[in-house]
């Protein structure tokens, strides 16, 4: 007989699609809903449609270059 009790795990939206997603070890995707929405990040950061901004200094603000 199964049991009809739910995971402990939480559950977070997709980054991707929006979904619930169970966040825990069950989820081999995790924070993903599927390997769909999980390769589809990854090709996002693989042709640099996510990029980390680069932190701007007072010096590269007025057009300096910094090198003296």
């Not at 990854?42 to 270059?65: C, F, H, M, V």
Request: charged share 25%; proline share 9%; hydrophobic share 30%.
């Amino acid at each position: 007989m199964k049991s009809s009790a739910k995971p402990n795990a939480p559950t977070v939206s997709c980054p991707i699609c929006g979904k619930h997603a169970l966040f825990g070890p069950e989820n081999k995707f995790r924070p993903f809903c599927s390997e769909r929405c999980k390769l589809i990040d990854l090709g996002q950061w693989a042709t640099e449609s996510y990029r980390i901004p680069l932190a701007e200094d007072a010096e590269t603000k007025n057009g300096e270059d910094g090198l003296n």
